[in-house]
């Protein structure tokens, strides 16, 4: 009889001394495995929130200015946007196509532009031949580059670089300042929907005929 007390035992021995190795494996209080999980990323909480630029105050690039609390709502209609150029905000439901143009374009479709990730080269019109043959080749280079005159005489430099929530001023198309914006930031990390579009939008001028 005690022969046979003791095998029924066995089988309880045995899933104790399992429970003891599985829990010295799984660390002291077992919570490991628990830890880990819960420190991995949620889909959908990765990146910015809509209104938010990535901080780029470590750019090796000179003088680019960032701003913030840029609106991304689709409007009908002129913005009033609070810089010029703008660097983003409410804009049209129609982007402008990426490339270069001799003449002005609507101001809501390039900000959709820059949405999709577009570098918007605005130059003054009445910059010399030689510089705008410049700017065309860094727009012919790069699928996400949309060059432009401006309208009017209130650009704030010859040359202006903008991207969503960034923008760059020089004196000069031959600066190197400005083929380094287009590299960092055209369909950059900026971007508010990266891997949309730069083509297939409207590719005309603002000017009428």
């Known amino acids: 009889m005690a022969r046979r007390s003791l095998s029924s035992l066995l089988p309880l021995v045995a899933l104790v001394?399992?429970?003891?190795?599985?829990?010295?494996?799984?660390?002291g209080d077992g919570s490991g495995t628990t830890s880990e999980q819960s420190s991995s990323d949620t889909p959908g909480e990765m990146g910015e929130s809509d209104n938010e630029t990535p901080d780029v105050t470590d750019s090796p690039i000179e003088g680019v200015e960032q701003f913030d609390g840029l609106?991304?709502?689709?409007?009908?209609?002129?913005v009033d946007y609070e810089q010029t150029p703008p660097v983003g905000g409410a804009h049209a439901d129609v982007w402008q196509s990426c490339?270069?143009?001799?003449?002005?374009i609507i101001t809501e479709q390039g900000v959709h532009s820059m949405e999709h990730g577009a570098v918007w080269i605005t130059f003054d019109a009445g910059l010399d031949a030689g510089e705008r043959a410049t700017i065309e080749a860094i727009a012919a280079r790069d699928e996400y580059v949309l060059?432009?005159?401006w309208p009017g005489t209130d650009l704030p430099a010859p040359v202006v670089a903008s991207a969503?929530?960034?923008?760059l001023r020089r004196d000069s198309a031959d600066d190197p300042r400005l083929a380094e914006?287009?590299?960092?930031?055209?369909?950059?990390?900026?971007?508010?929907?990266?891997?949309?579009?730069?083509?297939?939008?409207?590719d005309q001028s603002a000017l009428p005929g």
Do not use: K, M
């Open 17 to 27: 001394l399992l429970s003891t190795v599985a829990v010295a494996c799984g660390g």
């Open 71 to 78: 609106a991304r709502d689709h409007v009908e209609g002129t």
């Open 99 to 104: 490339g270069f143009y001799i003449d002005p």
């Open 147 to 149: 060059a432009s005159s």
């Open 164 to 167: 969503w929530g960034l923008q």
């Open 181 to 202: 914006f287009v590299a960092a930031y055209a369909n950059g990390p900026q971007t508010p929907e990266p891997g949309a579009p730069c083509d297939g939008g409207d």
